[in-house]
């Protein structure tokens, strides 16, 4: 900018001067002339031995071109004949794509690529003169009907770019950051960009902005606010070949870039459309005065040409550093973001209103035991992830969410991909863009754990309420035990009495004989519920277990039921044991019990006793 605001000065002070002298009548400051081609450093004698130098040019007006005629043009073409001349040079030119050009460059097939973006990473394979040609900068244009006024506008659709041009490489580099999804349209040139454009087959293009300037007036195209990269152009060759010709290079841009009256602004002036005022002949003095006013308002209009241009160019340089540090933050923040989604402990997901996954966090792993691809455009309602008892309620959330309502944490079951079963505690919120819902964002939190504990709490709990129920029947069993064992001793006693003072042949002996058994029957009863109440100590005797048994398979019958059989296989030869009755009479109808609860549609219940050796298959 402070080239073109010293030039633009200089053209009015210059305008200035000759209008004050035409009218003072000074013909000979009319001779003065314009700068010209032939404004040079002195040239090389005529037996000068000539190098060639082999030129790669590609279609990029009006730096570099091939004319109608088939002749290379513009700005480094110009400038590099006139620095041929200058040192003696031969230049030959060969035509080719972008890419091919850099690539023949780095092959050594040809000398110099004008024309070429500075980067670091071009720096690598290829080597650069040190001053700066002009400067420049990526600008994106649209077809109509494709608004774009940011670079997330981008999503969805398909650009257009130069292969091998360094704004694709800038924009592959910014692109994952957005949280974007964009194709590419790689083409030969900048003008297959543009028809690419015209036809759509893309819906947005890339180019450099002095192209864009010159030549989209020539397609149907819409230039967006959106811009990329500002780069220093250059001449580029091989890496480490043709040093020679990037300093001499160099060091005529130096002495053409520090006079305002060289060839380097005249060219400009070419091709860029800088005028420069010119004086009137001086032999006339019809025309010296016509001139005179003629230059005044050249004055003027150089003077308010001088002000717009540095205003632009003012606001283009705030535009391209406020656009710079909007970048530079976002990528910051998307780098941020990208951190925190890669390594929280929850899971975080984007769905789509679908409920599609757009978006997974690599925490899915730990808690399902799928990688994030596996996921990305699986769809919730048509997948076995979300339990189907619980696929209507999540419908139900997402609806909400889609409406823009906030959804309060709920618990879900998931099926991880070894099948096994997950809790989640899912939080969403909608994900709203220029006003309007497009996404549902939210966190999976794995709470399996916890879900188990609380399960294993509810156990013991109801464990330990059953203990308390058993322990006051318990207490109360006992209690009535003592009073009707207390009653039993009396009738029991009575009847003992009567059967001493009746005769043998009496007929109702056998009456108080059956009344007696049935009295040791419910003394049995009574150290039952003793024993239930643990108020009565076992009492160890030897006892035939098939007998114990059979006693009380007729009481199982009734216990659990006529729709379970009940088969006894008893060994003829048990052995012997020692123990209470009673308490092994408890323990088979617990384990009773136990299968009628296994078998609640009936079956059949095999009670089988035999004596079993314990030895180290038993242990």
């Avoid at 040239?43 to 009006?62: H, K």
């Avoid at 001449?235 to 053409?256: C, M, P, Q, S, Y």
Wanted: glycine share 6%.
């Amino acid at each position: 900018m402070i080239r073109i605001m010293r030039r633009n000065r200089q053209g009015f002070l210059y305008a200035t001067f000759l209008a004050l002298f035409l009218l003072l009548g000074f013909p000979s400051l009319a001779q003065a002339r314009r700068p010209g081609l032939n404004d040079s450093l002195p040239l090389p004698s005529a037996d000068a031995a000539q190098r060639t130098v082999r030129v790669a040019v590609y279609d990029n007006p009006p730096l570099a071109y091939p004319s109608s005629q088939g002749k290379p043009e513009g700005i480094f073409i110009d400038l590099l004949e006139y620095i041929a001349e200058r040192e003696g040079w031969q230049t030959r030119y060969v035509f080719c794509s972008f890419a091919n050009c850099l690539e023949m460059a780095r092959a050594g097939q040809v000398d110099l690529v004008p024309v070429v973006a500075y980067s670091e990473e071009r720096a690598q394979t290829l080597s650069f003169n040190r001053e700066t040609v002009l400067n420049n900068w990526g600008v994106l244009y649209s077809r109509p009907g494709v608004k774009v006024e940011s670079l997330l506008d981008l999503n969805g659709l398909k650009v257009a770019t130069l292969r091998g041009d360094i704004y694709l490489a800038q924009l592959k580099e910014m692109i994952p950051n957005l949280g974007i999804t964009v194709t590419f349209l790689e083409v030969g040139s900048y003008q297959a960009v543009f028809q690419a454009l015209a036809e759509k087959r893309a819906d947005v293009g890339v180019v450099s902005r002095l192209y864009g300037e010159m030549e989209a007036q020539h397609y149907d195209v819409i230039r967006t606010p959106v811009i990329v990269l500002p780069v220093s152009l250059r001449f580029a060759t091989g890496k480490g070949a043709n040093e020679d010709l990037l300093a001499a290079i160099d060091r005529h841009l130096v002495a053409l870039k520090g006079d305002p009256n060289s060839i380097y602004y005249a060219i400009l002036d070419k091709y860029l459309g800088t005028l420069r005022p010119q004086a009137s002949p001086w032999w006339h003095w019809a025309l010296m005065i016509g001139g005179g006013v003629l230059a005044l308002v050249g004055v003027l209009s150089a003077l308010l040409y001088w002000r717009r241009a540095v205003h632009r160019e003012q606001a283009l340089i705030q535009e391209v550093a406020e656009r710079q540090r909007a970048e530079q933050a976002l990528q910051e923040a998307s780098a941020r973001y990208r951190f925190i989604f890669e390594n929280i402990l929850d899971v975080l997901f984007i769905l789509d209103p679908k409920l599609c996954v757009i978006e997974v966090s690599p925490s899915v792993r730990a808690m399902l035991g799928y990688a994030p691809e596996e996921l990305i455009g699986q769809c919730l309602a048509k997948s076995d992830l979300i339990l189907p008892e619980d696929l209507s309620r999540l419908r139900a959330d997402a609806e909400r969410v889609f409406r823009g309502e906030a959804q309060p944490p709920g618990i879900y079951r998931l099926r991880a991909k070894d099948g096994s079963l997950r809790y989640g505690e899912v939080t969403a919120a909608p994900l709203t863009l220029e006003g309007r819902v497009v996404a549902c964002i939210g966190t999976i939190r794995d709470i399996t754990e916890r879900i188990r504990a609380q399960e294993e709490a509810e156990r013991i709990a109801q464990q330990v309420e059953q203990a308390h129920r058993l322990e006051s029947i318990g207490l109360l069993a006992g209690g009535i035990a003592h009073d009707f064992n207390n009653m039993l001793t009396a009738i029991l006693g009575q009847i003992d009495l009567a059967l001493m003072d009746i005769p043998e042949d009496a007929p109702y002996r056998a009456d108080l004989q059956e009344a007696r058994a049935s009295g040791d029957r419910a003394t049995q009863l009574t150290r039952q519920l003793l024993t239930f109440s643990r108020q009565q100590p076992a009492e160890r005797v030897p006892l035939d277990v098939g007998r114990v048994v059979q006693e009380i398979t007729k009481m199982l019958r009734r216990l659990i039921g006529e729709s379970i059989a009940i088969r006894t296989e008893i060994a003829p030869d048990l052995w012997p044991i020692e123990g209470d009755a009673l308490q092994l009479q408890q323990v088979v109808m617990n384990l009773a019990v136990n299968a009628r609860d296994a078998m609640p549609q009936g079956g059949e219940l095999t009670i089988q006793i035999q004596n079993i050796m314990l030895d180290e298959d038993y242990s």
